[in-house]
């Protein structure tokens, strides 16, 4: 499965922003998807996954209320809508896809090539 992550760019803090990511096959849905962000000298850090069908959904303590995580079957596309964006969400932020929704990166055996989020005060 090929990730092709966009949506990224420059907002002011308290804006909204959603980042879009599309699967290159038709086995999209058998997926559970997940999002992540790595700030510079940071670790990569979980932010949201959803389960293949969309019926369960999980956050980061620090995106929970601010963030959505949704996906479009028949689009092949899975969506991170950020809102209420705050400066320390500046990163860059990758899609992956996995068996089983999970908070490790370990967890997830495709990823895309990422987009920058940045956020300024």
């Known amino acids: 499965v090929q990730l092709q992550a966009s949506g990224g760019g420059l907002v002011q803090a308290g804006d909204s922003l959603r980042l879009s990511c599309v699967a290159s096959?038709?086995?999209?849905?058998?997926?559970?998807m997940g999002w992540f962000r790595q700030a510079p000298g940071k670790e990569r850090e979980f932010v949201a996954a959803?389960?293949?069908?969309?019926?369960?959904?999980v956050y980061a303590d620090s995106v929970k209320g601010r963030f959505t995580i949704s996906r479009d079957n028949a689009k092949d596309t899975v969506y991170l809508q950020m809102s209420s964006l705050k400066p320390e969400d500046t990163a860059v932020y990758y899609c992956?896809?996995?068996?089983?929704?999970?908070?490790?990166?370990?967890?997830?055996?495709?990823w895309g090539q990422g987009t920058q989020v940045t956020v300024s005060s």
């Open positions: 992956a896809a996995g068996i089983r929704v999970a908070r490790t990166y370990e967890q997830y055996n495709y």
């Open positions: 096959r038709r086995t999209f849905s058998n997926f559970a």
């Open positions: 959803i389960t293949w069908s969309g019926g369960s959904t």
